[in-house]
């Protein structure tokens, strides 16, 4: 079965990260696009990894994972080299309403993390369920070479219109025409 497309505001959740490694720092990268509420426990921390949590303030604890650390979390990240590891903080899990991303591990995951595209407010997100990372990589790539530069002043002055004008009809027909010319202009 695939995964269900959605996005969710993560910013007032905790989320644990189980690794220190170079997949751990690609993980942190994605979250911190979306969060900060982030705390790190790993027996060993790459130096990348090191210099994010610095200038980010982020909490950690240089030590292995024991159970019961998963408690008060809302979304567990768990990127080490043990399976072992991975199976045993999925199944300490599923007592409560903990989400887990088991990287490399589809068995062990609530949700993935897709491949994305962030410019300011628009996300655009892409998966294969796991089925193929290379092609998702490939394929994010290509549209990200098609989105315009001037994408977050043109989504910036949606924003701003959509609080200034009245909702209604009107509205909905400037905001079909703005689209419309910024489409053609940007993307024929």
């Known amino acids: 079965m695939s995964f269900f497309p959605m996005y969710m505001d993560i910013s007032n959740l905790k989320v644990l990260l189980v690794g220190g490694g170079n997949i751990a720092t690609e993980k942190i990268e994605k979250l911190l696009d979306f969060t900060e509420n982030i705390k790190i426990i790993a027996p060993f921390i790459s130096e990348p990894l090191r210099e994010i949590i610095k200038d980010k303030n982020l909490s950690y604890n240089l030590r292995p994972y024991m159970t019961g650390d998963i408690n008060g979390f809302d979304i567990v990240i768990i990127a080490t080299d043990t399976i072992k590891i991975h199976k045993e903080i999925y199944e300490e899990s599923r007592g409560g309403r903990i989400w887990v991303n088991s990287v490399d591990n589809k068995d062990y995951c609530d949700f993935i993390f897709p491949s994305y ?20 990589k490939q394929i994010k790539n290509y549209f990200e ?7 977050d002043e043109f989504l910036d002055n949606m924003k701003t219109l959509r609080g200034e004008i009245p ?5 909905m027909k400037t905001f079909k025409k703005m689209v419309k010319e910024y489409m053609n202009k940007n993307f024929s």
């Not at 962030?118 to 290379?134: M, Y």
């Not at 070479?145 to 994408?151: F, G, L, S």
């Not at 909702?167 to 509205?171: A, V, Y």
Request: avoid cysteine; proline fraction near 6%; charged fraction near 30%.
């Open 117 to 136: 595209i962030k410019r300011g407010d628009l996300t655009i997100s892409f998966s294969t369920s796991g089925s193929s990372p290379a092609f998702t």
């Open 145 to 151: 070479r098609k989105i315009p530069e001037n994408i």
């Open 167 to 171: 909702k209604g009809r009107d509205r």
